[in-house]
């Protein structure tokens, strides 16, 4: 029995000891480098664009009120209609206004016949004081009634061109070319001056496309260039698409405000578009494509190659000893599935695309270049 203990005793070291060096290969495969993808960066010219939200303004939006008060006699226009600059939209009862004028044209008339008058007296005593046989103070008297009478005549000039004017205005028309909406007043209602609204004209034949630029953004376009070139009257080109829509309209930047808004510290921007079709509607929201230029020799990189911590934004670089190294990058814009890096990387740069799973910061890996 002593026996058969031993020889069992025997058996399971001899087994347990061929196990260990079994598991000696296998420790050594697990420490071989992992294989990893890399490929360097595109180095190629690339349009700088960038989006933003925008919304639509007209190019001239006039509401229409009249300039003297009355009883409204008609409306000339055809709702919705489109209108030139000069069209008479309105009339208003000009008959009170007619009797002013003509109330204005007789005084006028009156008064010239006074200075007629006033003149005769003038001279005959200029000629009787130079002859002594009138004082000073009768000549002078004479002279002054002519300066009244001169200046009443200008006075009443004037009373007459503003009673020609007030009868103009019983004519309410068009200041601007565009297309008119509904009247907002009927004929028969009374319209006070300056204040009764009755009508809205819009001109979107060239459409006023704003938008934002963070303070960050704004400070980018000034070091670049872009905000001397609207100063310059060369502003970048855009493309703009209405929400809803797909039809992109193309114009430029021609404004940027005078400073950051007080409480969004954003910098408002003005492009201009053609906009003969009316396709871009006052009011609407849109998205804007700015051409910011070509940077020369840029460095892109699939996009699936670039994560993401609580820093920022990095890739997986392999260095020249085979070891990985976690990079922070800066990224500008994006082109379908690569990205443009701007700083972090150069041209040379073995960045990990495939295998990243498996890259760690400062792990031994055989990298296996990409094109």
Sequence with gaps: MNIKYAFAALLAASTLAGCGK???????????????????????????????????????????????????????????????????LFRIDSRPYAAALAAA????????????????????????????????EAYQTRETELLVANAKLLEAKAAERNARLNMEF?????????????????????VAAHATKLARIVDNSVAKVYFELNSADAVRYKNSGLLADIDAGRGAKVSVVMKGDSRAYEGVLCYYDNALGAGTASLVLRADIPNAD???????????????????????VPEDAIGTDMVGRFVWVVDEADTVRQT??????????????ESGLDANSRVVVKGIQRASSGRKVKPVEEK
């Design 22 to 88: 079994k598991q000696q290969p296998a420790q050594h495969s697990a420490e071989l480098p992992t294989e990893v993808v890399v490929s360097r960066p595109i180095v190629r010219d690339f349009e700088k664009n960038a989006s933003y939200s925008a919304k639509i303004g007209a190019n001239e939006y006039v509401e229409i009120r009249a300039r003297v008060g009355g009883y409204l006699d008609s409306v000339e226009f055809k709702k919705g209609a489109n209108v030139k600059k000069g069209d008479v």
């Design 105 to 136: 044209e007789a005084n006028v008339k009156a008064v010239e016949s006074k200075i007629k008058l006033a003149e005769e007296n003038a001279l005959r005593a200029r000629g009787l004081f130079k002859r002594n046989a009138i004082s000073k």
């Design 170 to 190: 019983t004519e309410v028309v068009a200041p601007v070319s565009g297309r008119v909406g509904e009247n907002f007043v009927d004929a028969g209602n009374l």
């Design 278 to 300: 009316g396709g871009l509607m006052a009011g609407a929201f849109a998205d804007i494509t700015v051409s910011e230029g070509v940077a020369k020799n840029a460095l892109l």
């Design 328 to 341: 922070p990058v800066v990224l500008g814009a994006a082109d379908g599935n690569l990205r443009v890096v």
